[in-house]
């Protein structure tokens, strides 16, 4: 199944891209989508920390299934004072 994965501030700058497509098997989890797009693109794994990750504008954990034509946001965590 195709997903959609829209990337934010370092991600984005990492991959070079705004948007990617994402080939994942049927009834893949958002963890399961990450480890492929590490996969496709290692200097995301390379980061040492776990991005924060919506699914259709909602917040998900790395548990959620995914459906074909879902968009993932990916976000690197935050911090701030």
């Known amino acids: 199944m ?3 994965v829209k990337l934010f501030a370092s991600y984005r700058e990492l991959v070079g891209q705004e ?3 994402l ?3 049927p ?3 958002v963890g399961e989508a990450m480890q492929r797009l590490e996969q496709t693109y290692p200097v995301l794994g ?3 920390y776990s991005p924060l990750t919506a ?3 909602r917040q998900v954990g790395r548990g959620h299934v995914l459906q074909e034509g879902d968009e993932l946001a ?3 965590p935050v ?3």
Request: hydrophobic share 30%.
């Open 27 to 29: 009834g893949a989890t």
């Open 23 to 25: 080939q994942c098997e």
């Open 19 to 21: 948007k990617v497509g």
């Open 46 to 48: 390379r980061q040492g």
């Open 74 to 76: 990916v976000f690197p």
């Open 2 to 4: 195709l997903i959609n």
């Open 79 to 81: 911090s701030g004072g």
């Open 55 to 57: 699914c259709n504008l």
